[in-house]
């Protein structure tokens, strides 16, 4: 039995999201299904480090599997890359250590919220920015943004139907870059509730906008009341910057 | 009479070109569909700079046409990007001088072609970019490029079929930009033959192949012997980048 490592981008406008279903184009799937033509078999079971929402993006996901057969990691990088959508990318296959599980083993993930601003849309960013006006007041933003950094529950930025566990998370990183027209929201943590870095940002939104005081995000999170937070932004900006691991 | 002069970027991929044609989606269409149910008549015509082929992107492509009704700039532009599909946008909407034609007045047209160097394909830049894996041989490219400059018959780098008129234009700028992995062939000219841009660079990627010598793509171009080009290389990495005109 050999355990693999795959490291997978993906443009996610035309997925229902990671998780496999019924009657959906999923990456799952897609990567399952392209696995089992290589390996020649039905269906190889893979587990990514977390699941990602419909239209949400990935740079670098991590994803695990076990197959019997031994390969070469060059070839099946290079079989995914032919078998694989072309709006999904294998960047990495490699063999890991035996165990290593792609979910159970996380150090910590990234995640980065794309905004536009300008004054016309963008043609070539369509679902993968979020495309506001402006003028937002990114400077309030970045006051607002420590207030999330440390270990807090943040049931406020989830949404119900997921209390099964606890909802405490730790924040290691949360920061504003510019680039020109475009800005990011970055985020690095142990681990993330579903929609929560997209109500953080739909929150910091409203403080950029002016619609919330910087100084209210941290009363917001104390809360844990969801009807404070602000929108859940959409999920064309979000991508999955990366995963770490405690072994490399 | 109003005469009118857009900017438009667009995300080529999902159109057969520029020019409008029965049965296939275009451009032009889609342009002079949303000025008609603006101005509410049944159909404007527009002239562009020149036309651009199926899957070739445009990031300021300048269009004229003449309205009879006034209206505001600023309100032309809104709606328009209200009423074009979210892959074509509108940039900018003036009141150009009387006469103005958006073809007639070109001074220089400038279009850059997108390399991606890098092991794997991008699913964020498939149909925006030409993926090869390299490695690639820029240096030579960079040797071959001010062989294309000045006034030339650019027959070579023509297709057939399309011998109406001089096959002689002026090339002020042949550039290589190298921003890590992406590479970019920037040429400024008066005006270029049909393919011609996309038959340069798939001569100029020869050079960078190490399958023509640096030294003979003066050659090919001076033989005029269309035989002799490289192949054409794919849309999908082309963008009409600006135009000028002498009245700004």
């Known amino acids: 039995?050999?355990?693999?490592?795959?490291?997978?981008?993906?443009?996610?406008?035309?997925?229902?999201?990671?998780?496999?279903?019924?009657?959906?184009?999923t990456i799952q799937a897609?990567?399952?299904?392209?696995?089992?033509?290589?390996?020649?078999?039905?269906?190889?079971?893979?587990?990514?480090?977390?699941?990602?929402?419909?239209?949400?993006?990935a740079l670098a996901q991590v994803v695990s599997f076990v197959a019997q057969e031994p390969r070469s990691p060059e070839k099946l990088r290079l079989a995914l890359n032919t078998l694989l959508p072309r709006d999904i990318a294998c960047l990495d296959a490699a063999i890991a250590p035996e165990g290593f599980h792609a979910r159970f083993d996380v150090l910590d993930k990234t995640y980065r919220y794309v905004v536009l601003e300008r004054r016309d849309r963008c043609p070539f960013r369509r679902d993968r920015a979020l495309h506001l006006r402006g003028p937002l007041d990114w400077a309030s933003v970045e006051a607002a943004l420590p207030a999330l950094v440390g270990p807090h529950d943040f049931t406020a930025f989830s949404v119900t139907g997921t209390e099964l566990r606890s909802p405490i998370r730790t924040i290691t990183r949360a920061e504003h870059l510019a680039m020109g027209e475009e800005h990011r929201l970055e985020f690095t943590g142990d681990g993330f509730l579903r929609y929560q870095v997209r109500r953080m940002v739909g929150t910091l939104l409203d403080v950029a906008k002016g619609r919330l005081p910087a100084s209210e995000v941290a009363a917001v999170l104390a809360s844990g009341d969801r009807g404070r937070a602000g929108k859940t932004a959409p999920p064309?900006?979000?991508?999955?910057?990366g995963v770490r691991y405690a072994s490399p």
Do not use: I, K, N
């Open 236 to 241: 064309g900006g979000l991508y999955l910057v």
């Open 1 to 25: 039995l050999t355990t693999w490592r795959l490291t997978l981008a993906w443009d996610g406008a035309a997925y229902s999201g990671w998780q496999r279903q019924d009657g959906a184009p």
């Open 30 to 57: 897609c990567v399952e299904d392209a696995l089992g033509a290589f390996f020649g078999v039905p269906r190889v079971v893979v587990h990514a480090s977390g699941r990602t929402d419909a239209g949400v993006h």
